[in-house]
């Protein structure tokens, strides 16, 4: 059975952990912000089920725990942020409040971000957006752990896209995916519980598609073309864009080829550079419930619905954590010498 922490408890517990890591308390919290985020929402593969990975990350120097942000010159819209090695909570949370700056001063902000570690839920980010009354846009790349067609092994990366939208009084409208049919984070959650894959999701290291969670070694893209070839364009449209390309690099003989990394490119929409910003929310929350009005077999939610709601429950009665899980943070506590928070019957 999972234990069940009060939301502020378990941040604070996580933020103290990343704090023994992390020498800015600021990027401690929020590196434990983007993880509480989605814990809250029910995004278990991308919550505290991270922490002991990032532990990994900043002690093996993979991620740069002190790390030096800098944004280049450019356009007034643009700009590129060198992360240098940064944790991508760190990185992607600079890159979405300088565009949203800069969106708000000429309507549109659009920030590279180069050299970043692990981004997290990229939905924390472009809600984060969104909170401003601004559309926020993300795209990702990283190193390659997902098949292509007609490779054999792991060619492109499961590179996500987020999209959010403000709307009028509601929760935000929030498209948060993958461009493989599962993440590997959900493909640890089903080995963990010792369940069975579904179809057509996972492969084996040579390309194999298996049920198996304790074969399966990298997802399958989305659609099968499809997800593949959008992530083919996500690398293209970040890495690529910014001048550092992670996928012709890991296929070759460079040494630094294989170095973990990321890529990103965040976008912020002011919508009164468009027009009414009161008439585009109304509009959208009209266009929301012209789809939930819709004669249906069953309840109708638009993305990002769900996981708020989620995230109103755990708010009020705590987050679960699997006792797996659990038991790692406990073990990382005792190592580090943070207290533990007091679970129910402890």
């Known amino acids: 059975m999972p234990v069940v922490i009060p939301a502020a408890e378990l941040g604070e517990f996580v933020t103290a952990l990343l704090n023994t890591k992390i020498p800015d308390p600021d990027h401690a919290r929020t590196v434990s912000d983007v993880l509480l985020w989605a814990a809250r929402r029910g995004v278990d593969s991308h919550g505290v089920a991270r922490v002991p990975r990032y532990l990994e990350l900043l002690d093996s120097g993979e991620a740069n725990a002190t790390p030096e942000l800098s944004f280049s010159g450019g356009p007034s819209g643009v700009t590129v942020l060198d992360a240098d090695r940064a944790p991508g909570p760190i990185a992607l949370t600079a890159a979405a409040d300088e565009a949203v700056r800069r969106a708000q001063a000429v309507g549109i902000g659009a920030v590279g971000v180069r050299r970043t570690v692990h981004t997290g839920a990229i939905g924390y980010y472009t809600s984060r957006i969104a909170s401003q009354g601004l559309v926020g846009i993300a795209f990702v790349a990283g190193m390659p752990n997902m098949s292509y067609p007609g490779v054999t092994g792991a060619a492109v990366a499961t590179s996500p896209l987020s999209i959010a939208v403000p709307t009028a009084g509601s929760s935000p409208v929030l498209l948060d995916m993958a461009t493989a049919g599962i993440a590997l984070g959900k493909i640890a959650q089903y080995r963990n519980a010792g369940k069975t894959l579904p179809e057509g999701v996972a492969a084996t290291a040579d390309g194999t598609?298996?049920?198996?969670?304790?074969?399966?070694?990298?997802?399958?893209?989305?659609?099968?073309?499809?997800?593949?070839?959008?992530?083919?364009?996500?690398?293209?449209?970040?890495?690529?864009?910014?001048?550092?390309?992670?996928?012709?690099?890991?296929?070759?003989?460079?040494?630094?080829?294989?170095?973990?990394?990321?890529?990103?490119?965040?976008?912020?929409l002011d919508p009164a550079a468009f027009g009414d910003p009161a008439a585009f929310t109304e509009h959208v929350s009209e266009t929301l419930a012209a789809l939930q009005g819709l004669p249906s077999t069953g309840e109708i939610r638009y993305p990002g619905q769900n996981s708020a709601a989620i995230a109103s429950k755990r708010a009020a009665e705590g987050i679960p954590v699997g006792p797996k899980v659990w038991g790692e943070l406990e073990v990382a506590a005792e190592k580090l010498g943070v207290a533990v928070p007091v679970t129910p019957g402890g």
């Open 209 to 268: 598609p298996t049920t198996d969670p304790a074969l399966a070694k990298m997802p399958l893209p989305l659609g099968g073309a499809k997800g593949a070839g959008m992530s083919l364009v996500f690398e293209l449209i970040t890495s690529v864009l910014v001048g550092a390309p992670i996928v012709s690099s890991f296929h070759s003989d460079d040494p630094q080829g294989r170095v973990h990394r990321q890529n990103a490119l965040i976008l912020a």
